[in-house]
């Protein structure tokens, strides 16, 4: 399977509304179709598709959405942050972002930014969402600022990651769920 393989599957067969709704059968799907491929990228295999665009792209989607489809409500979801956040540090530095004409694949360089945990790394995300995306990506990543404000972390990931919760933290959890 080719990181072309990847961009086909995620932006022509997917539809906009897939990639973030819950779905079960969409989970199974990627799992299906991608769960070795992202076990490869998880092992450092596929380093080599970081030296292009397209191929950098292909290897942040295994990392960071591929991932929190395979192994959702598990730690393993979020394994390949550190990865796909260098590789979109990294596109943007080499101008790979700023020079993508679709807004939807800028949108998923970026997400790995938008899903760090690091107050520093989110704070310089909203902008770029803002500019590079659109608005309510940009919205998204304020409502999570909020939270790393007031927790340090993000409270849905504490039942995969094994994170305790207090009450005014499970709290907020049940709140923003309704």
């Known amino acids: 399977m080719t990181a072309d393989d990847v961009l086909e ?13 819950r779905s079960s059968s969409f989970d199974a799907l990627v799992r299906d179709r991608f769960a070795a491929l992202v076990e490869r990228a998880l092992a450092g295999e596929l380093e080599a598709w970081a030296d292009t665009p397209s191929g950098g792209l292909a290897l942040v989607l295994l990392l960071d959405q591929f991932s929190r489809q395979i192994w959702r409500g598990e730690a393993k979801a979020f394994a390949g942050d550190q990865q796909a956040k260098a590789l979109s540090q990294k ?5 790979w972002i700023q020079q993508e004409k679709e807004r939807a694949k800028r949108q998923f360089w970026l997400m790995p930014l938008l899903h760090s945990e690091e ?11 803002e500019q590079f995306a659109d608005v309510a990506t940009a919205d998204v990543a304020r409502r999570h600022l909020i939270q790393l404000q007031s927790f340090g972390r993000y409270l849905h990931r504490d039942a995969a990651l094994g994170r305790l919760s207090s009450p005014e933290e499970a709290l907020f959890v049940q709140q923003a769920q309704r």
């Open 119 to 129: 107050h520093e790394v989110l704070v310089q995300a909203i902008p770029l969402l």
């Open 91 to 95: 596109a943007l530095q080499q101008g």
């Open 9 to 21: 599957f995620w932006f022509q067969q997917c539809r906009p509304w897939q990639w973030f709704r």
